[in-house]
């Protein structure tokens, strides 16, 4: 998964202005130059949980010891 292209807080705003009655889903994409459906996938993980669904992005969340034992697995040929 990439990097994100905005802070953690920027998210946050768009799902806190339209969980306040600020704008719909519609109205608000076009104000931030993205989909509709995203702004309501976004509310929807924002509910469940919080920020942090925009703090934790792709791998990041794994240690390094996890990472390592999945490449030597993949390497012995016990994973694909």
């Known amino acids: 998964m990439p ?3 905005h802070p953690p807080e920027w998210y946050e705003e768009i799902c806190l202005r339209y969980l306040n009655g ?3 889903y519609k109205s608000l994409a076009k104000e931030y130059g993205i989909g509709h459906t995203r702004v309501e996938e976004w509310v929807m993980r924002y509910r469940q949980n919080g920020i942090s669904t925009f703090t934790n992005v792709g ?3 794994y240690s390094a010891e996890f ?9 012995a040929g016990e994973a694909s």
């Open 67 to 75: 990472k390592r034992k999945c490449v030597e697995e993949y390497l």
């Open 3 to 5: 990097q994100r292209k």
């Open 22 to 24: 600020e704008g719909r």
């Open 59 to 61: 791998n990041r969340t």
